[in-house]
């Protein structure tokens, strides 16, 4: 089983850059594909970017193109959300999120695929 701690949020002003970590606890965090969600005030969760067990596929939504990067450290069982260019909309509760499975390739961007979700950390985002 994984747990997972997020952290590195703050509070930013639009065009700054924030750089969220998400740890896991378990032995097998190879074996998980990860994502990043993130959950505004009075709207749904939604999903942000997701990278495979290896590293080597990658997927984002459309909001977030081009201003974020996902990646992750298998060695230090770590995941990261790079954010740049920041706006006032991308204020919400950033959630990490474990998938297992055995592909290695996949990524997933529903939130129901996820079995291991971690507290969240708060960003926000000035104008």
């Known amino acids: 089983q994984e747990q997972l701690v997020e952290s590195g949020g703050g509070l930013v002003q639009a065009g700054g850059s924030l750089r969220l970590s998400c740890a896991a606890s378990?032995?097998?965090?190879?074996?998980?594909?990860m994502g990043w969600f993130r959950q505004a005030p009075g709207k749904e969760r939604e999903f942000v970017a997701a990278i495979s067990r290896s590293g080597g596929g990658t997927g984002y939504a459309d909001s977030v193109k081009g201003r974020f990067t996902i990646s992750r450290d298998n060695a230090k069982n770590a995941v990261y959300l790079q954010m740049i260019s920041l706006k006032p909309e991308d204020t919400a509760v950033y959630y990490c999120?474990?998938?297992?499975?055995?592909?290695?390739?996949?990524?997933?961007?529903?939130?129901?695929?996820?079995?291991?979700w971690g507290q969240g950390t708060q960003v926000t985002v000035s104008s």
């Open positions: 378990g032995r097998t965090f190879s074996t998980y594909a």
């Open positions: 999120a474990a998938h297992s499975t055995y592909y290695s390739t996949p990524v997933f961007a529903r939130g129901r695929e996820y079995e291991y």
